[in-house]
């Protein structure tokens, strides 16, 4: 098959697997808001296409002859969403049927493991430090979902900046229990 759709919630490294591909493999990305403008003869100057984010708020017809002339070069298509696109109830027919012949590649939800990296990751990004043992505590009780874990250390990032203090075990769990105003 030459369509992949990688699909997950947001957060879940769909763009950044895009990035690793195309350190190793040309391509070219395709902005679906500038698929008006953009002449699809210059497909057969490249071998991967990549579109990121789609969504069914598309020109489906558009998005069509998108898919058809990279079939027509025998190019390859790598689709990424926060849905399969078999869910999206693209009305077009047509689309509809070759959309069924892509391979479905779906990141699931953080384990446990994946949960605590990605909590110390974000806290570094924001250059919070926090000692191992919270960081467990945080990782058992979070809602496993990228999107909450990403809130969650954000919402850290702005109360350590506006009460300029540390963080501690009655902020998160103010913040784990939903308790703490949004800022």
Known sequence: KKIIN???????????LIKIFLEKNNGLIIDLNKLKNFDLEEIRFNKNII???????????????????????????????????NNLNFKLNDLKSRLKNCLFAEIQKPDDILIKALITKYLADYQITLNSKLV????????????????????????????????????????????????
Not at 51 to 68: H, K
């Open 51 to 85: 579109i990121d984010n789609v969504s069914s708020e598309l020109d489906e017809t558009l998005f069509y002859s998108l898919i058809d002339t990279i079939d027509k070069y025998n190019r390859f298509l790598i689709l990424t969403s926060n849905k399969s696109l």
């Open 136 to 183: 467990d505590f945080i990782s058992k009780r979070i809602t496993r979902s990228y999107i909450k874990i990403k809130e969650f250390v954000c919402t850290i990032d702005k109360i350590s900046l506006k009460k300029k203090k540390p963080i501690n075990m009655k902020i998160i769990n103010e913040i784990l229990e939903d308790k703490i105003e949004k800022i």
């Open 6 to 16: 990688i699909y997950g919630e947001q957060y879940s490294g769909k763009t950044h």
